[in-house]
């Protein structure tokens, strides 16, 4: 029985971790470059939710558009100040900026909101009872949310003329263009959409956990052993790596300390590298 | 009137120029081949053509127009489509959603034109759903003229297209060429299949290091001894 519970768990982390990794993917097949801030851009969104939920009273679920308004910006702005004008860099100097980005945005949410952490709302949750295995009514939430964004992302990708091009531009870079498709317009939906998904993610990690200024960061290394699991560039293996990776990470406290979760993230992905270096799905080449 | 007029074009990829002074005329529907040893220019012209590599002197008019170093995205609203020699298509999309990215900068209802191209290429009309990546070098490159044709251009660059196929299919994309041609598409074209493509041809070109070296209607290139020794494989 604790299997299954950590099962569940593991459905709950890998939610959040498949919703980052999402982006990440997206961005590493539309921009070609590693979006290291994408974890404090998670961050931004659970703050923005935190925002909403302190000014107006809502709760965290209705507060995700202020989150998604909150990271939306706060990429837009990097997109016109950084990675735009570096973008015929090499794309390992855009990976550097990146990382540079996270930093100011954690100094940021540390200068306005402190160091502390804080919960969208104080008290404990009355969990549901299903036989041995419960479950918080937080979790249903997060899992419900997750899949309805999957299925309409999967529609947006397969049937949206523009999900058609961002996967074109994926595909073939050069032929887009060829074709008229707008690049430029292509990749502001591209971080739009990345980033967006970051928020819902880290309003999710809120819900599941507490906020606090590091907390996208640290889950950052999950993420991106999940989008690389998955076969970067892929944003359906980046669904798949993602929950491998939550599941995985909650199996192992079992066996291990709880505090080295990510530790095991960290080994999956060494391993992936190791056995098959294009991820279960073959990734975008540089 | 030509509906393209390329004259004195000079150009390269930043370093020395590959271009050195092209001239190239192109009347409506005409089919026009350039051929010429490896390295010669050729792609780099049609990559001229299409906005593709700086054009340093010389101008590009294309239907009374200059197009000089347009835009891309610019010169296909024109009219001109371009199918490259290497990596046409988009791999891990379906034969439909290929020639969907073709019309992406339609406003006005493509699906007539696609039923057109499946009935010039009845092998993709039965491969819809099929992704392109899977299929074989012949059918990749009828996606890759049937992307291109989507926008219904009145020019059509195409960079090798019998490059690498079987002699059944280079008979064939031949025909495919003419039977495009027919509906009052120009055609200019890079081939390395000379005599094949000649025959088709209404005016050839030869181009090396970069420049003009002789230019005749199709059949009287065919006809000279001293051209098909030099160029066309003897
Ligand atoms: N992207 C590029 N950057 C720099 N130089 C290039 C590039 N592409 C081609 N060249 C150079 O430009 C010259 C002409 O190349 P181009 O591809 O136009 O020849 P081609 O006539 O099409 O030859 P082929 O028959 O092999 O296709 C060659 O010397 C080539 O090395
Ligand atoms: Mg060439």
């Given amino acids: ?286 | 009137m030509a509906l393209l007029d390329a004259t004195d074009v000079t150009g390269g990829y930043g370093g020395a120029d590959i271009l050195c002074g092209l001239n190239l005329t192109l009347s409506r529907d005409e089919v026009v081949v350039i051929v010429g040893p490896n390295g010669a220019g050729k792609s780099t012209f049609m990559k001229a053509v299409f906005g593709l590599v700086n054009v340093r002197a010389g101008s590009i008019v294309y239907d009374g127009r200059d197009i000089t170093n347009n835009k891309p995205e610019d010169i296909v609203a024109r009219g001109i489509c371009y199918v490259p020699q290497e990596r046409n298509v988009f791999p891990s999309m379906s034969v439909q959603e290929n020639l969907e990215m073709g019309a992406f900068i339609r406003k006005d209802d493509w699906r007539p034109q696609m039923e057109k191209i499946y009935e010039l290429f009845p092998r993709l009309a039965e491969r819809k759903k099929q992704p392109v990546g899977q299929m074989s070098g012949g059918e990749r490159q009828m996606v890759a003229m049937g992307r291109a044709l989507m926008l219904e251009p009145k020019l059509l660059l195409l960079d090798e297209p019998t490059a690498g196929l079987s002699p059944k299919f280079i008979d064939e994309t031949f025909r495919q060429v003419k039977r495009v041609n027919a509906l009052g598409v120009g055609i200019l074209m890079v081939e390395q299949n000379a005599k094949q493509a000649l025959a088709i041809a209404d005016r050839g070109y030869v181009f090396s290091s970069g420049q003009n070296r002789f230019e005749d209607t199709g059949r009287g290139m065919l006809a000279n001894k001293e051209i098909a020794e030099m160029f066309l494989g003897g």
């Fill in chain 1, 1 to 286: 029985m604790e299997v299954l519970q950590l099962v569940v768990y593991g459905i709950v982390t890998g939610s959040i971790v498949a919703l980052g990794a999402i982006g990440v993917s997206l961005v590493f097949s539309i921009l070609r470059f590693a979006h290291f801030a994408h974890g404090d851009v998670m961050t931004v969104g659970a703050y923005g939710a935190l925002v909403g939920v302190t000014l107006i009273g809502v709760t965290p679920m209705v507060a995700i558009p202020v989150a998604i308004l909150f990271a939306v910006v706060a990429v837009l702005v990097a997109e016109f100040c950084l990675y735009r004008p570096l973008r015929s860099s090499h794309p390992v100097i855009l990976l550097i900026s990146s990382f540079g980005y996270a930093l100011i945005l954690r100094s940021a949410i540390q200068l306005v909101a402190g160091p502390a952490p804080q919960v969208f709302k104080s008290g404990i949750q009355i969990p549901y009872r299903f036989g041995e295995i419960v479950i918080r009514p937080d979790h249903f939430w997060i899992v419900g949310g997750t899949i309805l964004i999957i299925v309409a992302l999967h529609l947006f990708l397969s049937r949206s003329k523009f999900g058609k091009a961002m996967r074109a531009m994926s595909d073939n870079m050069d032929l887009a263009r060829i074709s008229g498709i707008p690049a430029y317009r292509m990749i502001l939906i591209t971080w739009v959409i990345a980033a967006a998904l970051a928020a819902v993610a880290g309003v999710f990690l809120g819900m599941d956990t507490r906020l606090h200024p590091v907390m996208g960061w640290r889950l950052l290394l999950p993420v991106f052993a999940a989008a690389i699991l998955g076969g970067i560039g892929r944003p359906y293996g980046a669904i798949a790596g993602g929950f491998i990776i939550g599941i995985s990470m909650e199996l192992s406290t079992m066996v291990i300390d709880p505090g080295y979760k990510h530790a095991v993230a960290f080994a999956l992905l060494v391993l992936m590298l190791i056995i098959r270096p294009t991820g279960l799905f073959r990734g975008t080449s540089l």
